[in-house]
Structures are given as structure tokens and as C-alpha cells.
């Protein structure tokens, strides 16, 4: 398709499915060498014979096993230039009184601790660059890290608080000269499969349709491939000058109230 990420290695976590696969699919069209991480072996090998890209069995919230990753990037890449955090989940999610603080504890760690993981090995990798440090990482959180869903408290909570994480590190890595960049993106309602289901396992699915396409003025859903050129755009050098940056892609849902 095109070379805007020619020459780059990225690192996807979370690219098995929806977002993060298409994110795979593009970065290797564009020219770089992928190296993305998940649970699913089965969807991994597939994606890896289709594209080329390079598949590491990896939860994000092992923390040991984060040192295989780093290891298999340095040894056969000896590079690393953009990190997208993308693994999360809101499996077991409810209201604050009705979560058990086992559910919390996973999607803590999955959803907070697991993006904490992948900067600090992006950092230690990019740090080491040939020619000196430098990247991109990103960070997905959504717009329930700005607007809360009161059903998702664990979500919510850890989306915003990915906000933080993103501005905190950004600044850290800019005072220290690295030139390694941090910003979160923040999806609305997106057309991926986890939401295709949805819309056809409801009672009315054209109902659940025009309910979701509703959440934005623009009147649609999202759709996967601008969230990925999104993504392009902070993994290229076109993105230079931002980082701690907070990027809102959701079809007007978040900018204002409806009125009457």
C-alpha cells in the first residue's frame, strides 16, 4: 500500500483480533516489520502466515514473560520504533457495588498494569536504538476514559486512568531527552467484531444498530481502518513534535450535550 512506516519495527499488543489486527494488517502493508502479541495461538499463526508479521504467545499482564518479548525484538530486529498498547478487556466488568474484586484485580492488571508494561519495555528498547533513542508508543484507551460508563467501573477506571499513565510518562521520557513520544487514543463506538456481535446476538439487532449509531452526531460507527490511520500517523515522523497528547476519535460522541 504504501512505505510511510518503512525501515520501522512496531510492536502490537492485543493483535489477534478487531483493532489491534488491522493495525498488524497495515503496519506490515506500510512497509514495517510487526512483532504483535496475544492469547489466541490459533488467530496468531493465521494472522502471522497471512501478513508476515511475527506472532508471540503473551498476555500482557504476565510480567515475566515480558522479558521474551524483549529479547525476541532485540535479537532479531535490534530495534524498536512504535509501541501500541492495545490489549484490554472488559470481561466480568459491573457497577461499583455489584464488581468482585477478583474482576477488578484482572482488568487492573490486564487494562492498567499490562499498558505500564509495554512502555517500560518500549523505553528500554527504544533507548538502545542504533542511531539513538527515539519512538512512538500509543496507548489505547477510549472515550470512557474521558466519560464514564457507570455498568463498567473497572473500564472506565482504568481507561482514564491510561490518560495519566500516557501524559506522565511522555513527560518523563521528554525531560530525559530520549526523544520517545507517548500519547493515547481515545476510539468511540467502533465497528470491530466484538461489536458486530453484539449487534446481531440482541433481541432487535437493527435496533442495537441505530442505538449505537446513535452515541456519535455524526450518526455511525467508527470503523477500524481510521483508527489505524490514526495510528499511522503517530507512528511516522509526521507525529514528531506530540507526545503526552490525547487524541479523541469518536465521531463527535464526547464534544458536547445533544440538547433538546
Do not use: C
Not at 512506516?5 to 512496531?10: D, I, M, Q, S
Not at 514473560?65 to 530486529?77: P, Q, R
Not at 499490562?114 to 536504538?129: F, Q
Not at 442495537?208 to 500517523?233: D, F, H, K, T
Amino acid at each position: 500500500m504504501g512505505d510511510k512506516l518503512a525501515g520501522k519495527v512496531a510492536l502490537i499488543t492485543g493483535g489477534t483480533n478487531g483493532i489491534g489486527k488491522a493495525t498488524v494488517e497495515r503496519f506490515m502493508m506500510e512497509g514495517a516489520s510487526v512483532v504483535f502479541t496475544g492469547n489466541n495461538t490459533e488467530a496468531g499463526g493465521a494472522i502471522s502466515a497471512a501478513t508476515g508479521a511475527n506472532f508471540l504467545q503473551h498476555a500482557v499482564q504476565d510480567i515475566q514473560g515480558w522479558s521474551a518479548v524483549k529479547d525476541f525484538i532485540k535479537n532479531k530486529f535490534g530495534r524498536l520504533d512504535i509501541a501500541f498498547a492495545n490489549a484490554g478487556t472488559n470481561a466480568g466488568d459491573s457497577n461499583v457495588e455489584d464488581v468482585t474484586p477478583e474482576a477488578w484485580q484482572n482488568l487492573l492488571d490486564i487494562n492498567l498494569t499490562g499498558p505500564m508494561m509495554t512502555i517500560k519495555a518500549a523505553a528500554e528498547l527504544m533507548r538502545a536504538n542504533p542511531e539513538g533513542p527515539g519512538g512512538s508508543i500509543v496507548l489505547n484507551s477510549s472515550i470512557n476514559g474521558i466519560l464514564a460508563l457507570a455498568g463498567d467501573v473497572t473500564y472506565s477506571t482504568t481507561k482514564g486512568a491510561m490518560r495519566l499513565l500516557a501524559k506522565s510518562s511522555a513527560v518523563h521520557l521528554a525531560k530525559e531527552k530520549t526523544n520517545i513520544r507517548v500519547n493515547t487514543i481515545h476510539p468511540g463506538v467502533i465497528e470491530t467484531p466484538l461489536i458486530e456481535g453484539a449487534i446481531n446476538g440482541a433481541p432487535d439487532p437493527s435496533a442495537a444498530r441505530s442505538m449505537l449509531e446513535g452515541i456519535a452526531p455524526m450518526g455511525r460507527l467508527g470503523q477500524m481502518e481510521e483508527i489505524v490511520s490514526l495510528l499511522l500517523y503517530l507512528g511516522s515522523d509526521e507525529s514528531r513534535f506530540m507526545t503526552g497528547s490525547e487524541l479523541v476519535i469518536d465521531g463527535g460522541s464526547t464534544a458536547g450535550l445533544p440538547g433538546v
